[in-house]
C-alpha cells in the first residue's frame, strides 16, 4: 500500500503506534489539505443509542469489547462531526466511508462473528419454550429477553471480547482507529431503528428467525396432534377424550350424551348487592333485584317446561294490578 493513497481496508492484525502530525503514517497533513467538518451545536453532544438496543450495543463497545477506551473517544467525536457516510450492514459485516483529512474517503469494515447454523438451533430451541417471547417476536418485536435466551444457549447476541474487528484503509494501525470507531458508535443508530439488527449481525435476518419460529410452532403442534393414535386416545387416566380425536374416530363407539341435571323444586333468589351503587349512577337496587327475581323465575319455568303455568309462589309474586282489571259494565 503506498503511504499517500487509501488504498482498500486494511486488516487489524498490524503493528500499532502513535502518530505525529506530518509523519507520513498520519492522516494529519502538516500544510493544511482537507478535514472532515467540525462539530457544532447540538450535535457535539448527541447521544449515541436512545433505546434499549442501542445503549446495550454502545455499552458493549465500551465495556465489553475490549477496545482502546482512547480511542473509542476519538471516534466518537468524528461520528458526531457527521464525517462518516452512509451505513452498510449484512450478516457480520458493517461498512461505511469515512471522510478523513484526505480529499478521498477511506473504507471502514466492522466485522462481528455470526452464529453457526448448529448454534441457531440452540437458539431458537430456547426462544421457542418461552410462548411470550415468541408471541412478540411474530408480532414484530425484539424484547430485550432475548439477550437472555441467546445467554441461556451458551452464546452472546452482544459482542463481546475480541468480537468487534474494525479495519480501515487508512495508515493508521491503531485499533480501532477514530474512522472505524466512528462507524462502531453509528450500529446503534440502526440498532435504535430496528432492533432486528442485532440478530442480522449474528447471521439471521428478522424474516429468517420469523419462519423458523413459525416451523417450530407449527410442527410442535402437528407433533402433539399425531403423539398419541386416535384409538388409543380414549385411554386416558381421566376417562375422557379430546373433541378432535373423537371428531377423526368414525369406528369408535360414542358415548351417551350426559343427563342434565334437574332443576330446583323453585326457583331462586337474587343475592342482596355488596353495597349500594354509587350516588348518581341511576342504579335502582330495589328494581335491579326484582328483574334479576324475575330473571330467575323465568329460567325456572323454562328448565321445568311449565312456561305457561307459573308456580304458586310466582303467581302469587305476579297479581294482576287492579287498573288492568276489566270493568264489570264492558262484560255486560
Known amino acids: 500500500m503506498s503511504p499517500g493513497g487509501s488504498g482498500g481496508p486494511r486488516g487489524t492484525g ?19 489539505g482537507h478535514r472532515p467538518p467540525a462539530a457544532t451545536g447540538a450535535g457535539s453532544r448527541r447521544p449515541f443509542g436512545l433505546t434499549w438496543w442501542g445503549r ?27 464525517a462518516v457516510g452512509r451505513v452498510q450492514l449484512t450478516a457480520g459485516l458493517v461498512m461505511a466511508p469515512v471522510q478523513g483529512s484526505r480529499p478521498d474517503p477511506y473504507t471502514v469494515t466492522i466485522r462481528v462473528p455470526t452464529f453457526r447454523r448448529v448454534e441457531w438451533e440452540r437458539v431458537l430451541d430456547v426462544i421457542g419454550t418461552q410462548i411470550g417471547r415468541t408471541a412478540a417476536l411474530l408480532d414484530g418485536e425484539l424484547p430485550p429477553e432475548v439477550v437472555e435466551d441467546v445467554g441461556a444457549a451458551g452464546l452472546s447476541l452482544l459482542p463481546g471480547p475480541g468480537e468487534i474487528r474494525p479495519a480501515c484503509s487508512c495508515p493508521d494501525w491503531g485499533e480501532p482507529c477514530k474512522h472505524a470507531a466512528a462507524v462502531c458508535y453509528l450500529v ?6 430496528d432492533p432486528f439488527t442485532a440478530l442480522r449481525l449474528r447471521g ?53 350424551a350426559p343427563v342434565p341435571p334437574l ?16 350516588r348518581g349512577s341511576g342504579i335502582d337496587p330495589g328494581a335491579l333485584s326484582e328483574l334479576a327475581a324475575a330473571a330467575a323465575r ?9 312456561v305457561g303455568t307459573a308456580s304458586d309462589e310466582a303467581a302469587s309474586d305476579e297479581e294482576v294490578a287492579p287498573e288492568d282489571e276489566p270493568d264489570q259494565d264492558e262484560l255486560t
Open 14 to 32: 498490524g503493528q500499532g503506534g502513535s502518530r505525529t502530525s506530518g509523519d507520513w503514517w498520519s492522516d494529519e497533513p502538516a500544510g493544511g
Open 56 to 82: 446495550a450495543w454502545v455499552d458493549a463497545l465500551e465495556h465489553r469489547a475490549a477496545l482502546d477506551p482512547g480511542r473509542l473517544a476519538r471516534g466518537r467525536s468524528y461520528a458526531r462531526r457527521g
Open 188 to 193: 446503534a443508530d440502526l440498532l435504535d431503528a
Open 204 to 256: 439471521r435476518t428478522r424474516d429468517d428467525v420469523l419462519a423458523a419460529l413459525r416451523t417450530r410452532r407449527t410442527a410442535g403442534l402437528a407433533g402433539a396432534d399425531s403423539s398419541t393414535p386416535v384409538r388409543h386416545a380414549r385411554v386416558v387416566d381421566d376417562g375422557t377424550v379430546p373433541a378432535r380425536s373423537a371428531y377423526a374416530d368414525p369406528g369408535g363407539e360414542r358415548p351417551e
Open 263 to 278: 332443576p330446583p323444586d323453585r326457583p331462586g333468589h337474587p343475592v342482596p348487592l355488596a353495597q349500594e351503587p354509587p
Open 298 to 306: 323465568r329460567a325456572w319455568q323454562l328448565a321445568t317446561a311449565d
